[in-house]
């Protein structure tokens, strides 16, 4: 019996050093039993068996700043994506702040996203946000969130990860570069041909004005 597949793409952002690797190799120990040869060392790729479905998930996990001035940087993330993982440490207060403008951009397209805060566990000194922050930043973009503690990292992370999986297999949501590019190309094109538009009208109006200016002396000559 030949088993159906579906392929997704996911990316997980956030700072260097946030806990986005621990996310991804804790979800390899928990789906990925065998070792599979990677191409892109940022990407991993998971093969989840549910409802007598296979389920390949590419995850592919960024570091660098994607978002600049008011706009996703499409070039720096992969051609189709079916969600996002955005990740913040609790520890660092700027890993929050730094990651809300994606947050918006992402939820603002229906792109499947969840929020995470990382090292949950860490000393209530070292804390620099608190659980209800990240909670209310969940409420204003209307996404899921969770905090992820390394001592129970495993549960938490399938637990998520399970949620997850369900909104992307039912939001059928894509973002696609190319659609973007092409977007903003014919918003471009749009803006050339508006701009031509108004030349043409205004050289009509002036060559208009040029022959009435002509008639009017034409008719003045006529009278004297």
Do not use: H
Not at 98 to 103: G, N
């Amino acid at each position: 019996m030949t088993m159906n597949s579906e392929v997704y793409n996911v990316i997980i952002i956030g700072n260097v050093g946030v806990g986005k690797s621990t996310i991804v190799n804790t979800l390899k120990n928990i789906y990925q039993k065998i070792d599979i040869p990677e191409n892109n060392s940022n990407c991993t790729t998971l093969y989840i068996l549910k409802n007598c479905f296979e389920y390949v998930i590419n995850i592919v996990e960024i570091n660098e700043n994607i978002y600049e001035n008011g706009e996703i940087i499409w070039s720096k993330i992969p051609n189709s994506i079916n969600g996002v993982i955005i990740c913040y440490d609790v520890t660092n207060k700027s890993s929050l702040t730094d990651i809300t403008d994606v947050l918006a951009a992402f939820s603002k397209n229906s792109l499947s996203t969840f929020l995470v805060g990382c090292k949950a566990n860490s000393n209530e000194k070292k804390r620099e946000i608190k659980r209800k922050a990240g909670v209310k930043i969940a409420q204003i973009f209307n996404v899921p969130f969770i905090e992820i503690n390394i001592t129970a990292i495993e549960e938490q992370v399938k637990m998520f990860f399970e949620v997850f999986l369900e909104m992307i297999i039912k939001n059928k949501v894509i973002i696609n570069n190319n659609n973007n590019n092409n977007n903003n190309n014919n918003n471009n094109n749009n803006n050339n041909n508006n701009n031509n538009n108004n030349n043409n009208n205004n050289n009509k109006n002036n060559n208009n004005n040029n022959n009435n200016n002509n008639n009017n002396n034409n008719n003045n000559n006529n009278n004297n």
